[in-house]
Antibody
Framework: EVQLLESGGGLVQPGGSLRLSCAAS????????MSWVRQAPGKGLEWVST????????YYADSVKGRFTIFRDNSKNTLYLQMNSLRAEDTALYYC??????????????WGQGTLVTVSS | EIVLTQSPGTMSLSPGERATLSCRAS???????LAWYQQKPGQAPRLLIY???TRATGIPDRFSGSGSGTDFTLTISRLEPEDFAVYYC?????????FGQGTRLEIK
């Protein structure tokens, strides 16, 4: 079965940076669009960003545009999220999700277990 | 932005009963881009339904999805103890991608 393993979360001060990684296995990573979705403590799900299979096209929520960058390394089967200028409101569990197809209008079918990002001084 | 409003916010039912969860969109959603997820405490969301009515792999047939346009429904025909969780609807066809706020299904 599809496996997605996130890492890179932690405690960071406001204004700081973190890079999240998502190691994918048991599917052809380079054929699928991928997304990051976050969930603040006790809250609902919020889409963050999506990237198409080749990495040529990326999409962002307004709340992170200009601060976060999604990218992927298909040779390493790994998805990344570079997060800069972090704010307290970015505190959340960040999920990596595989979309059902190559297009960005596909919904996620598999999710990792998440990595926790805490932004606090 | 397409706002998805789920109702009720919380639903209290007993095992064996039927659950009907609603998801209303602020504007029309393509049925092919409407999904439902189940999330249990401490777990990642699990895909139940995609394309508004197609069950994902391994999902029991007591789960069914229906609807079109702005009104979608997830029905659980006979609740099992493991079905008590939070359910989210999700539209992935229009940017920004959005989720409903969730319906908590609790044991009565």
């Amino acid at each position: 079965e599809v496996q997605l393993l996130e890492s890179g979360g932690g405690l960071v001060q406001p204004g700081g940076s973190l890079r999240l990684s998502c190691a994918a296995s048991r599917f052809t990573f380079s054929s699928y669009a991928m997304s990051w979705v976050r969930q603040a403590p006790g809250k609902g799900l919020e889409w963050v960003s999506t990237i198409r299979p080749t990495g040529a096209y990326t999409y962002y929520a307004d709340s992170v545009k200009g601060r976060f960058t999604i990218f992927r390394d298909n040779s390493k089967n790994t998805l990344y999220l570079q997060m800069n200028s972090l704010r307290a409101e970015d505190t959340a569990l960040y999920y990596c999700a595989k979309l059902r197809g190559s297009g960005v209008s596909e919904c996620p079918d598999y999710w990792g277990q998440g990595t926790l990002v805490t932004v606090s001084s | 932005e397409i706002v998805l409003t789920q109702s009720p916010g919380t639903m209290s039912l007993s095992p064996g009963e039927r659950a009907t969860l609603s998801c209303r969109a602020s504007q029309s959603v393509s049925s092919s881009s409407l999904a439902w997820y189940q999330q249990k405490p401490g777990q990642a969301p699990r895909l139940l339904i995609y394309g508004a009515f197609t069950r994902a792999t391994g999902i029991p047939d007591r789960f069914s999805g229906s609807g079109s346009g702005t009104d979608f429904t997830l029905t659980i025909s006979r609740l099992e103890p493991e079905d008590f969780a939070v359910y989210y609807c999700h539209q992935c066809g229009s940017s920004p991608i959005t989720f409903g706020q969730g319906t908590r299904l609790e044991i009565k």
